[in-house]
């Protein structure tokens, strides 16, 4: 079974930036549009950013509109998502998904997670 | 704050059914889809019911989903000890043309 795997996450001070990566296993990557979500104490499950299969359409979150970028490499069966200017509230565990095709809410092969913590 | 509300926590006895509501508004469950997730401890969501009520492969029937107006709803009859989880309602908002979620909701298997 295809799984999904994040890597990237880290400790980065207030300020900082980082690159998440997560790799697709399986042969359809392209196939699916992808989407990276986090979870936090705070404000539990938030959904940050949405990417087509092609990479054509894009969709964020005000909370990281203009800080964070979400792209694709279909060769590489890769998402990535470049994240700047982050603060002490984008700690937390993200994870990346597939999004179920003809949905747009319903997102499904969930990675495990990789770990942001941002501290000074 | 999100943008969906659901209980904090339910609980029922084994081989009970219960319930877990989901409410938003106009802009996101009135105008679209409602998708549930299970949270297993230490573990990533995991896809229960989309489009309001459709079951992946691999979902037992014993899971259900139903929307009315902006109000979602989950069902799970005949509670295992398994299924003690939290629960999310996820939906779509076309105002903010963005994913939303419920706070989530602790289900405790007594």
């Known amino acids: 079974q295809a799984q999904l795997v994040e890597s990237g996450g880290a400790l980065v001070k207030p300020g900082g930036s980082l690159r998440l990566s997560c790799v697709d296993s399986g042969f359809a990557f392209s196939d699916y549009y992808m989407t990276w979500l986090r979870q936090t104490p705070g404000l539990g499950l938030e959904w940050l950013s949405h990417i087509s299969n092609s990479g054509s359409t894009i969709f964020y979150a005000d909370s990281v509109k203009g800080r964070f970028a979400i792209s694709r490499d279909n060769s590489k069966n890769s998402l990535f998502l470049q994240m700047n200017s982050l603060t002490v509230g984008d700690t937390g565990l993200y994870y990346c998904?597939?999004?179920?095709?003809?949905?747009?809410?319903?997102?499904?092969?969930w990675g495990q997670g990789t770990l942001v913590t941002v501290s000074s | 704050q999100s943008v969906l509300t659901q209980p904090p926590s339910v609980s029922a006895a084994p081989g009970q059914k219960v319930t877990i509501s989901c409410s938003g508004s106009s802009s996101n469950i009135g105008d679209n889809f409602v998708a549930w997730y299970q949270q297993l401890p230490g573990t990533a969501p995991k896809l229960l019911i989309y489009?309001?009520?459709k079951r992946p492969s691999g979902i037992p029937d014993r899971f259900s989903g139903s929307k009315s107006g902006t109000s979602a709803t989950l069902g799970i009859t005949g509670l295992q000890t398994g299924d003690e989880a939290h629960y999310y309602c996820g939906s779509w908002d076309s105002s903010l043309t963005g994913g939303v979620f419920g706070g989530g909701t602790k289900l405790t298997v007594l």
């Open positions: 998904a597939r999004v179920r095709p003809g949905t747009i809410e319903a997102f499904f092969d």
């Open positions: 489009d309001n009520d």
